[in-house]
């Protein structure tokens, strides 16, 4: 599903930084992988040139056969618009809007309005909370407005789910929970799962490990305890 050569990506201005330095990197289909390494190792760089959101400096990205390193601007940004979900470490919902409006407007903007009332209540439903679809994002806990994103962010269907320490300001309990939404989206026929973490419980709970370190990736690792979802027999 996705497939990294030789990326690298430069940041110029008055310092350069090279912050992917010759990645190398395959994630197989349905796989839900958690990438790891130390602060200013290229992490959220990798997520963000994977997702269409930053340019490469050289090298190639291919996701789902798009060609994201070759596209032009407007083709990049339609992929990123209806094949990338993200999720952030701050929610980033509108706060105008409440909890069904905010998956609505995704829904559109990704030209995926069709269907989109059933979507929606399907994962309301599934991210537990149905009963608060008229709330606003302030009236909601921090693990529900994560919550909510996750919905937000699957409501188009995407190929990818992309995560940046989406738990990363939670406490234990809810960042428990929001492990436990992507195991169950991952063992479902939804998106291929890569998220960047820094703790050790929530990497645990992913099917394979991307360490990452100085700009590169190094082998990825099975998790023991989680079964690759790739193997159990989908896509
Ligand atoms: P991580 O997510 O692992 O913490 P990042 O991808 O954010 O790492 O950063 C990798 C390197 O690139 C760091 O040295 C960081 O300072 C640098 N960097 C990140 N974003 C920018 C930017 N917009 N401009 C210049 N340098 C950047």
Not at 143 to 168: F, H, N, S
């Amino acid at each position: 599903m996705i497939h990294v050569r030789q990326l690298v990506k430069e940041y110029r201005g008055a310092v350069s930084t090279a912050a992917l330095r010759g990645v190398d990197l395959d994630v197989e289909a349905g796989t839900f992988a958690a990438v790891v390494g130390p602060s200013g190792c290229g992490k959220s760089t990798l997520l963000y040139v994977l997702g269409g959101m930053l340019g490469a400096t050289s090298g190639t990205v291919r996701v789902g056969g798009f060609d994201v390193t070759a596209a032009g601007e407007r083709a990049r940004t339609a992929f990123r618009r209806t094949e990338i979900g993200f999720v952030f470490q701050k929610f980033n919902l509108l706060g105008a809007l409440d909890v069904e409006d905010n998956l609505r407007l995704a829904a559109r903007i990704a030209g995926r309005a069709d269907g989109a009332a059933e979507r929606i209540d399907a994962l309301l439903e599934r991210v537990g909370l149905t009963g608060k679809r008229r709330a606003r994002p302030a009236e909601l806990s921090q693990g529900e407005q994560q919550r909510v994103a996750i919905a937000r962010a699957l409501v188009k269907e995407p190929r990818i789910l992309l995560a940046d320490e989406p738990t990363g300001n939670l406490d234990t309990a809810s960042s428990r929970a929001i492990m436990g939404l992507f195991r169950e989206v991952a063992g479902g026929p939804g998106p291929t799962i890569l998220m960047i973490t820094h703790n050790p419980e929530c990497a645990a709970v992913a099917d394979v490990v991307i360490p990452m370190e100085d700009g590169r990736t190094g082998a990825p690792y099975p998790n023991a305890a989680a079964r690759p979802s790739a193997e159990r027999g989908r896509r």
